[in-house]
């Protein structure tokens, strides 16, 4: 009995614990960060003094003259139906009743919606999370876990490479740094 108990202990301990973090640059495929690296170092310049969320064109990409990894939508196939936890930032789409936000692009730095550039979108992922959560600031980082796949989004906001059903999302506590 008592080894059935602490198989069991450490089974739901196994089931609670988080999925291993995947990196940004494993969302693009090996050309992508190849040329990424080559790439020489972009400018992020932006209004992030103001209050404003969006500037016009948002997450789009808005300088022609940028090299092709910039606007790459290539995606990893091998990701397509994988459950993992990736860390970011927020840019609020949609948001419930309560004003917890529901729908929302993952970014890999904070401020993408107002830099110039923005990530390419296989560097951004739309986060469905109908549990919703509050997102009072755009510049704190989250943990997103889910179901990610390969699916193309587009709004006026912003291109997408990837989508996630996200089963759970959670701020980036002091301790997540440690």
Known sequence: MR???????LFTG???AELPETDWLDLMPAEDRQALEEMPE????????DSTFYTPGGLRQQEQNLPAVMYSSKTVAGLDGK???LGGYPVPLENDEQGNST???LVPYPGACIHVPPPPPNQLVLVRYPK????????????V????KVEKVSN???DAAYAMEAGEVRLVTDEDLY
Do not use: M, N, V
């Open 145 to 148: 876990s889910g179901t990610l």
């Open 14 to 16: 196994l089931a609670h």
């Open 3 to 9: 080894h059935l108990l602490l198989a069991l202990l």
């Open 42 to 49: 972009l400018q992020h310049q932006g209004p992030e003094g």
């Open 103 to 105: 729908l929302f692009f």
């Open 132 to 143: 919703g959560i509050p997102l009072d600031d755009i510049y704190a980082p989250l943990w």
């Open 156 to 158: 006026e906001l912003a």
């Open 83 to 85: 459950a993992i936890r």
